[in-house]
């Protein structure tokens, strides 16, 4: 192992999926990461893998809806490490069902976890970032957090409310002049194991909407956002620009071609086994570790040219964005009046 004298990181959701892999990417920089999750199966194989790729790790079970359980897992990591750099928010749950399928504490559940999750996460990373005047806090989001999709009306209010309430913050921590800063990275449709643990209502097998990325393209931007967070988002994928510009231009457009093929877009065939990880931990004392990655690697890609150009802030990477939209708008009016 590499001596350490990295960041000091937290990583949210870190037991699997895009958490673990932001993690790993992180300690492959030789940063000391704080893994905060509630499955113990799989932060202990995270932990593993931060010390295979040369970090230090310190593993921290906590369920983030739990504001007190959150502060206290936030001193937990600064009486270790004696402080804290960056803080990612990356936790979350959801139910795969229509909204009148989804019960009023379902919901509650995944608001709780989804979106309040991030603001406990917030606020116990500003107890300690702001008295030291620095610091950077990442907020993962999604292409859903601008458009809404059917079968996922609990996690797109939540992603919606993150992208409100990060807004609010960065005016107030831009007000008072404070060093700490905070970002957000949009994520398109990404390769986890969500897809086989979240609870869902649906006679087929859950399934993101193509085209689908793997999380090792997440994670590399949010190590790159940790480093560059004076700019206020990060767009990942060209599916997310299109997205993204075509509900700017069309919103009603997009909405009946989603209303037409959100549902079929988000099944496979087959049944979905799982009973869910809303309540407890899919890789819980009972369960397995799943890792980062779902069952979507053969269509996966492990590159977004979208992303390097959106990094590099380079002019063709704006004029490649615009055109992604355009195209993509094109493509969706022609579908609908199909």
């Not at 300690?128 to 806090?137: F, N, S, V």
């Not at 007000?175 to 969500?194: D, E, F, K, Y």
């Not at 897809?195 to 999380?215: C, E, I, N, T, Y």
């Not at 053969?298 to 990094?311: C, G, I, K, T, V």
Request: with cysteine; hydrophobic share 40%.
């Amino acid at each position: 192992m590499r001596t350490q004298h990295g960041r000091v990181v937290v990583v949210t959701g870190a037991s699997g999926g895009v958490g673990r892999a932001t993690a790993r990417a992180f300690a492959a920089r030789g940063d000391r990461v704080a893994l905060l999750a509630r499955g113990r199966e799989g932060l202990a194989a995270a932990a593993d893998e931060v010390q295979r790729a040369g970090g230090e790790a310190l593993v921290v079970p906590v369920d983030v809806a739990d504001a007190k359980a959150v502060d206290d897992a936030a001193q937990q990591v600064v009486d270790a490490f004696g402080h804290i750099d960056v803080w990612v928010n990356d936790a979350f749950s959801g139910v795969f069902a229509p909204f009148t399928e989804i019960t009023p504490d379902e919901f509650r559940r995944v608001t709780e976890v989804s979106y309040l999750g991030y603001v406990f996460g917030t606020r116990a990373a500003l107890h300690h970032m702001l008295p030291r005047d620095r610091g950077t806090i990442v907020q993962v989001g999604s292409a859903l957090a601008y458009r809404g999709i059917p079968l996922q009306s609990a996690y797109c209010g939540a992603k919606h409310a993150i992208q409100g309430f990060n807004e609010s913050l960065r005016c107030e921590l831009l007000h008072s002049g404070t060093g700490v800063r905070t970002t957000m990275v949009q994520l398109p449709a990404m390769n986890t194991p969500q897809f086989d643990w979240v609870l869902s209502r649906m006679p087929g097998r859950a399934r993101p909407v193509a085209p689908v990325f793997q999380p090792e393209v997440a994670a590399r931007a949010i190590v790159h956002a940790a480093s560059h967070a004076r700019r206020r988002e990060y767009w990942v994928g060209g599916s997310t620009v299109g997205t993204l510009l075509a509900n700017a231009a069309v919103p009603g457009l997009l909405e009946r071609y989603l209303a037409r093929t959100g549902f079929d877009a988000q099944q496979d065939e087959g049944e979905h086994g799982s009973p869910g990880n809303l309540w407890s931990p899919a890789d819980g004392p009972h369960g397995r570790d799943f890792g980062p990655h779902g069952r979507f690697d053969e269509e996966s890609h492990n590159h977004s040219a979208q992303n390097w150009l959106s990094r590099n802030r380079v002019r063709a990477g704006t004029a490649l964005a615009v055109g992604a939209g355009v195209v993509a708008v094109g493509r969706l009016a022609r579908r609908v009046r199909a």
